[in-house]
């Protein structure tokens, strides 16, 4: 498919804005470095390779990852943490960035679009920014793979899902999805899947390797089940209203929300092939949102790509009105940033906002189609990827 344009969105106005970002971030972690969750990798990461456990099995908190993700963090363990903080971000806040650059080539105007992309994404990025988590590069690696699969590059849309794999085990929401959509990825995702599972094995003993992947798998299962309401998911939002579901009715909720996700991304990628992926990255982070049971309040930057990426398709198309709704609701997943904003909003406020927009994404799979635009069910426009076959 020819690009209907060839217009870089990186321009020296976007670049400056995410520059001033990072120098923005580096001057809070100078002064507050205490607030950043990166010690945890850090600590992990030489507890790796001095052979030491890297979980805590008495508490639903800690280290939470893959033995993996405590050999990705090592080049900035190495550092002093002044420098490991500001190098960790930077290559964060860079796969978030380029990430967008690539949405915005699916819009109008792509320098424009970038730059309003990323002004409605970075406040719902600030609280991860600021504490160092691992949900602002699985933004990016997300919106990454899926658009890489999509393009039929197989390997790199793997090395993408795998990658988040390493972040967060929770990413396995979209490297399923992925690999349920696009049939072509699965023989790549399940090699690298194998060659992710013997990684540690190069740099550990047998036994020791054995013994972290099954404490890992407790940690998992432990946090899992966390017994405190403190997060963001949808028992957050029931909570908020008087309904408090036992166990079981949550995890069925989770359950029967699995099958419905997959087959309205089903729907989506086959009426808008073009953009599918942007759809299903919508979808995957929707669903992570609502029903994984430690979705924390800055975990919502996962989602507010692909809200401001249909706010701007809506936009384009001339409705204000559901453009102006759903830039509402990319600003309010932010809103765990907003000081005593957050205290009003807590826990029930971004799940509420990401239950509308599954429900926006799902009314525009299902609608009928327009007589006159027979191949989408959002037409934004006429821009690609500059790298989409369709």
Not at 101 to 116: G, H
Not at 298 to 306: F, R
Request: hydrophobic share 50%; with cysteine.
């Amino acid at each position: 498919m020819k690009p209907s344009s060839r217009e870089n969105p990186l321009t020296r106005a976007g670049l400056l804005l995410w520059l001033g970002y990072l120098v923005l971030l580096s001057l809070v972690v100078a002064h507050a470095p205490e607030h950043a969750v990166t010690p945890t990798y850090a600590e992990a990461s030489r507890s790796w390779w001095e052979h030491r456990n890297l979980y805590n099995l008495q508490s639903v908190h800690g280290f939470l990852y893959l033995p993996q993700s405590a050999i990705l963090y090592t080049p900035f363990a190495l550092l002093p943490p002044v420098p490991r903080e500001i190098l960790w971000r930077a290559v964060n806040l860079a796969i978030v960035a380029s990430a967008l650059a690539r949405l915005a080539r699916f819009l109008p105007r792509p320098t424009r679009s970038f730059i309003l992309l990323s002004l409605l994404t970075i406040p719902a990025s600030l609280a991860s920014a600021r504490n160092g988590q691992t949900n602002l590069p699985l933004a990016g690696a997300m919106i990454h793979g899926f658009l890489e699969a999509s393009n039929a590059r197989e390997n790199r849309a793997a090395a993408w899902f795998l990658l988040g794999l390493a972040y967060k085990p929770v990413s396995i929401v979209p490297y399923l999805l992925a690999g349920a959509l696009y049939p072509r990825l699965r023989r790549s995702l399940i090699l690298g899947t194998l060659l992710l599972l013997a990684l540690p094995w190069l740099f550990g003993s047998a036994g020791f390797v054995f013994d972290q992947y099954q404490q890992f798998w407790q940690k998992f299962l432990l946090s899992g089940q966390p017994d405190e309401p403190i997060f963001s998911d949808l028992s957050g939002l029931l909570n908020a209203v008087g309904i408090s579901l036992p166990s079981a009715w949550l995890f069925a909720c989770r359950a029967l929300a699995a099958p419905l996700t997959l087959l309205l991304g089903r729907v989506a990628l086959r009426r808008d092939p073009t953009r599918g992926a942007l759809w299903l990255d919508g979808f995957a982070a929707a669903y992570l949102m609502l029903f994984n049971p430690r979705t924390e309040a800055n975990s919502y930057i996962l989602l507010a790509p692909a809200t401001a990426f249909f706010a701007l398709g809506e936009l384009s198309l001339g409705q204000r009105a559901s453009a102006a709704c759903l830039m509402g609701i990319t600003l309010g997943l932010g809103s765990s940033s907003y000081g005593p904003i957050h205290g009003w909003t807590h826990l029930w406020f971004q799940p509420l906002l990401a239950l509308l927009f599954f429900g926006y994404l799902a009314f525009r799979c299902l609608r009928p189609m327009p007589a006159a635009d027979p191949a989408t069910p959002s037409s934004f426009g006429t821009r690609r990827d500059e790298e989409s076959v369709g």
